[in-house]
């Protein structure tokens, strides 16, 4: 069925996207700098499904580490047909009073990663005449929650404008934009959680499966859940300055860090 690579995949959606995938027969390429959790997922992927796993352990943050996964994903030697461009995080902190080294390795992770990993695939496999592009992005794009917001919404016009970009090659991108999802995301950014109500979040199988049933039909954007489908419906159409306005109180509580 081909060959994958996940980034951030030790952990969250990437490893929900490992498992989904590996079992949908997709040999696979692990990328994330926990080397221990990559070893040992990549055993129980093999073990549980029998495909051919390729562990890559890379800090996305790190041009070099960044530069070798391009690599990979340019090499015609078991080509990787599908990218999903997973690995994220927050900032964790407002921007005025943050750590600015803080905030440019997340940016390299989100925006820089994502770009400079979609030409090394785009090229591959524009060149066969087939593939596909997952990028994670999140419902975050439309609204204002800090630098993490603006990360996401690159993310999503960038995933937009590469489809323009890649008509009648055989390859497609996608951008998946979910709302909150039950993973360690926000645990290990140190973000406080505890005021968002449950029926608010979304399970990491559920948008894993609703985002490689799009992949597979071509879909451009998609966004699991109706709920949030309304939601990100509304974000588009309510002036931005209400928008603004809704989201500064949520943005100095989502991002404020545990005291410990």
């Keep these: 069925m081909g060959t994958a690579l996940i980034t951030g995949a030790a952990a969250g959606l990437g490893q ?9 027969r997709h040999d696979l390429v ?4 926990d080397s221990a959790r990559l070893d040992r997922l990549a055993g129980q992927l093999h073990g549980a499904a029998g495909v051919h796993v390729e562990i890559l352990v890379a800090d996305l943050s790190v041009r070099s580490d960044v530069e070798r996964v391009a690599e990979r994903l340019r090499s015609t030697e078991r080509p990787v047909g599908l990218l999903v461009n997973n690995a994220g995080g927050a900032a964790g902190q407002r921007f005025v009073d943050g750590d600015l080294e803080r905030e440019q ?3 390299d992770v989100m925006v820089r990663c994502v770009m400079v990993l979609s030409h090394a695939a785009a090229g591959q496999m524009t060149a066969r005449g087939r ?3 997952l990028n994670v992005a999140s419902v975050a794009a439309l609204i ?6 603006a990360h996401k919404a690159w993310v999503r016009t960038f995933t937009e404008g590469l489809a323009v970009d890649l008509r009648g090659t055989g390859v497609t991108t996608t951008v998946v934009c979910p709302g909150f999802v ?3 995301f926000h645990d290990r950014a140190g973000i406080d959680m505890t005021w968002l109500p449950e029926i608010a979040w979304l399970h990491a199988d559920d948008v894993v499966a609703t985002a490689l049933a799009d992949v597979r039909r071509g879909a451009v954007i998609s966004t699991p859940s109706l709920r949030y489908r309304l939601g990100a419906g509304a974000a588009r159409a309510m002036p931005r300055s209400v928008v603004r306005a809704i989201g500064a109180p949520r943005s100095i509580a989502g991002v404020r860090r545990r005291r410990h």
């Design 16 to 24: 929900e996207f490992a498992w989904q995938l590996a079992t949908a």
């Design 30 to 33: 692990l990328v994330d700098r």
């Design 105 to 107: 390795a997340v940016f």
């Design 131 to 133: 593939g596909a592009i």
């Design 144 to 149: 204002t929650l800090g630098t993490y917001s």
């Design 182 to 184: 039950h993973t360690e």
